[in-house]
């Protein structure tokens, strides 16, 4: 049975959602230890509403009865709260992150979390309201880009790669603004937050927009960007991430095998046909 929560990444609404998910516990019960009826093991997992919640939803519709799981889905609007809240004990699992995220948030905030191979893959784009192409740009023009690390090293790797800055060679470090070595057209990249790029559109000449947000404002990636990110060998496959003490769970580990499973790959090919999300698997 489905059953889907969202919230607002604003800061009252956040404290109403975390405190309404029962975060008073001082207790965390391990993943395997939460609600079970008849059998049926309930993970409350957060998650991003596209693709992420729709994969999940389209699991625990189809594939999860039969694993013995019940989903409660708890949608988030921006990429800070679904960590805060799996560290707190409100989630049992998070799906909504990749790999330099991840690694980034753990490293800041001492997160002891673990995670599972990537599910599917939103390929970055470039976007615009204001020019047909990349050739339009002016010298001078503004660039939106995300203030998130992780994904602003991606993004940055995006530019780089369509000639539009180069970057100082950084080896395993991510790039950050300060590794810009040429920046030929003279644009000014403006930080914000990744969820307010797409609002931001109307007042830059460029936006670097990750695919999720996108997508949740009704954009079409494989038509509407300017640039898409290529998708073979993408290092930013999202994953279902967990508390590192939940490791053994038989109940996330049979979870995380539906999201490999043939039909979830189906799905997300049915589902985007154009490849705006792409399966990692």
Request: negative net charge; glycine residues 6%; contains cysteine.
């Amino acid at each position: 049975m489905r059953k889907t929560l969202s919230t607002l990444a604003l800061t009252t609404a956040a404290a109403l959602v975390l405190a309404s998910c029962g975060s008073g516990s001082e207790e965390t019960p391990a993943a395997d230890d939460v609600a079970e009826t008849s059998g049926v093991t309930t993970l409350k997992v957060g998650a991003s509403p596209v693709p992420h919640a729709e994969i999940l939803e389209f699991v625990d519709e189809e594939l999860a009865e039969n694993a013995g799981l019940d989903l409660e889905i708890v949608t988030f609007d921006d990429y800070v709260l679904p960590n805060t809240s799996l560290a707190e004990g409100d989630l049992d699992a998070n799906y909504f992150q990749h790999l330099p995220y991840f690694e980034s948030q753990v490293e800041e905030q001492g997160y002891e979390f673990d995670h599972f191979e990537g599910v599917h893959i939103e390929p970055l784009g470039i976007y615009s309201d204001k020019h047909e192409s990349l050739d339009d740009i002016p010298d001078g023009g503004t660039v939106g880009i995300t203030n998130d690390p992780g994904n602003q090293a991606r993004a940055l790797d995006l530019l780089a790669a369509n000639d539009l800055i180069t970057l100082e060679d950084t080896g395993d470090a991510l790039p950050t603004l300060l590794d810009i070595a040429e920046n030929p057209k003279d644009l000014e990249l403006i930080e914000t937050a990744p969820e307010q790029l797409v609002r931001a559109l109307p007042d830059v000449d460029l936006a670097v927009i990750n695919g999720n947000f996108a997508l949740e404002a009704d954009l079409n990636p494989a038509e509407d960007s300017l640039v898409l990110e290529a998708g073979e060998d993408n290092p930013y496959a999202n994953f279902l991430a967990f508390r590192s003490e939940d490791k053994d769970s038989e109940a996330l580990a049979t979870l995380d095998e539906l999201l490999h499973s043939a039909d979830v790959k189906a799905f997300i090919e049915e589902r985007w046909p154009a490849g705006e999300v792409l399966p990692a698997f």
